[in-house]
Nanobody, 116 residues
Framework: QVQLVESGGGLVQAGGSLRLSCVAS????????MGWYRQAPGKQRELVAT???????NYADSVKGRFTISRLNAKNTVYLQMNSLKPEGTAVYYC??????????WGQGTQVTVSS
């Protein structure tokens, strides 16, 4: 069972930056998919970014050019650097892991609030 613990959320003004971290414990492979999702109040959870093995990366169109996902396989850690934050980025951000055989885990979430 893979467990995920996020950190780094908080309150920031529009245009500011935050860096989220997610540490995974358990059996992690570098080819597993790790990523970030977010859920704003009253909305469905949506993809922010995913990364496989540090080189295959996918971003939601809404964050391209502003957010950067990275991964340190030696520490089972995935990061999300968020720059030029907008008020619509206010949400709970969740770390996600997907392994073989449809195995999946979610973190508990970290709140990001962007004030205008």
């Amino acid at each position: 069972q893979v467990q995920l613990v996020e950190s780094g959320g908080g309150l920031v003004q529009a245009g500011g930056s935050l860096r989220l971290s997610c540490v995974a414990s358990g059996s992690i492979s570098s080819i597993d998919v790790m990523g970030w999702y977010r859920q704003a109040p009253g909305k469905q959870r949506e993809l922010v970014a995913t990364i496989i093995s540090g080189s295959i990366i996918n971003y939601a169109d809404s964050v391209k050019g502003r957010f950067t996902i990275s991964r340190l396989n030696a520490k089972n850690t995935v990061y999300l650097q968020m720059n030029s934050l907008k008020p619509e980025g206010t949400a709970v951000y969740y770390c996600n892991w997907r392994g073989l055989e449809d195995k999946e885990s979610w973190g508990q979430g970290t709140q990001v609030t962007v004030s205008s």
